[in-house]
Structures are given as structure tokens and as C-alpha cells.
């Protein structure tokens, strides 16, 4: 009688662990499947980044590349699918830039020039952005915790820019409304070597 009651002792302990592990197993998928919704990155104006967060991964730091394309020298090159900007040098080489993107919804193709160039822009989030995010502000003057970052590029007569960012983990991410970022030390380089006029082509898919 008594190695039957320590065998269904044992059988009921055993049941015990095997449902806890289940829960818990059960638990963590949850965890991870909301994870997505919460992993958001939100503006955050005010915001100003330690120095040494704008050194990004070697991916991603601006260098002389290998790229053949048939634009003319000069030209800036947007791959969104890519997460990199090209200025044509010619010869088949191109500076590359990395850059946070628009997120789903956002991402757009075409052709466009540079209209005009800002160094420490404004901040005026459209209509649109404040019914996403009340608590942005309406106006933020320029400076370094501003989102739109130490320059800012405007494509044609569009809402979209090419600027800096308080943010630069956002690089390679897909986190923008449209607008392409790079960190300031890359978006000022941008600027001192493009003038108004200059060619931006936007390809959301890899050019084959």
C-alpha cells in the first residue's frame, strides 16, 4: 500500500511540473508575440543622445563603396529596402550612408531634387503626425534635441526631408513617416557636399 501511494505521489508531481512548464511555456510565446506592438520608437523631442551612440555598426558607417549605376556623378541614390543613401562619385564608387527608413505604410518611390537646405531646421510635425502622437509639440526650435537633427534636406515640394536625428539607434529601421535620417556627423557631411538641385532618385526595391 505504501509504494503504491509514493508511486501516485510521484505520478501527481511529476503532472504538477509538466503543467507549470506548459504555462510558463505558454506565457513566454505570449510575451513575444506582443512584443512587436510594444517595440514602437516613438519621437522624442528633447532628447539628446550621448556622442558616442552616434558611432554606429560597421554596416552602417559612412565609406566608399563599389556601386555601378548609370546616374550621373553627384547624384543621390536612395535604396529603402537597403537602409542606404549613395552619392554617385563615378568610376562605379559611391558614398554610402546609412539610414532609418519610413515604416510600413510610409515608404514611397521617385524622383525629386534637393529644393532647398537648413542647418539646425525647425520642427513642425504635420497634422497627420500630432493625431498619431498628441503629445508631440506643435513647434521646436532647431538645436540638438531637436528630431529633424543638425540639417535637413527638402525633396521638391514635398513633406519629405532628408535630415539628421536626436535618435541614431533608429538607423536601419524602418521608424519614419517618410522622411530618410542618418546621424548628424553623416547628415552634415550630406549637406556640405550636395547643393540645392541635386538629383534624388528613391527606390523602395533593390534595382536588378
Request: proline share 9%.
Amino acid at each position: 500500500m505504501g509504494l503504491a501511494i509514493r508511486k501516485a505521489v510521484t505520478i501527481g508531481v511529476l503532472l504538477s511540473i509538466l503543467i507549470a512548464l506548459a504555462v510558463l511555456t505558454d506565457a513566454r510565446a505570449q510575451r513575444f508575440q506582443a512584443a512587436p506592438e510594444t517595440m514602437q520608437i516613438e519621437d522624442q523631442p528633447g532628447y539628446v543622445p550621448d556622442p558616442s551612440a552616434e558611432r554606429l555598426p560597421a554596416t552602417y558607417q559612412r565609406q566608399a563603396v563599389f556601386y555601378r549605376t548609370t546616374e550621373a556623378p553627384g547624384t543621390v541614390i536612395v535604396q529603402t529596402s537597403e537602409r542606404f543613401l549613395y552619392v554617385v562619385q563615378g568610376n562605379n564608387r559611391a558614398i554610402r550612408y546609412g539610414i532609418g527608413v519610413g515604416r510600413e505604410g510610409f515608404q514611397w518611390s521617385g524622383l525629386l531634387k534637393i529644393s532647398r537646405k537648413a542647418e539646425w531646421p525647425d520642427w513642425v510635425p504635420p497634422p497627420e503626425m500630432i493625431a498619431r502622437q498628441p503629445y508631440l509639440p506643435r513647434f521646436m526650435a532647431g538645436g540638438p534635441g531637436n528630431p529633424l537633427g543638425a540639417r535637413a534636406l527638402y525633396l521638391g515640394n514635398t513633406v519629405y526631408r532628408i535630415h539628421g536625428t536626436n535618435q541614431p539607434q533608429t538607423i536601419g529601421q524602418t521608424v519614419s513617416s517618410g522622411c530618410f535620417r542618418l546621424v548628424n556627423p553623416d547628415v552634415i557631411d550630406l549637406f556640405d557636399r550636395i547643393p540645392v538641385g541635386t538629383k534624388v532618385v528613391v527606390h523602395q526595391t533593390p534595382d536588378m
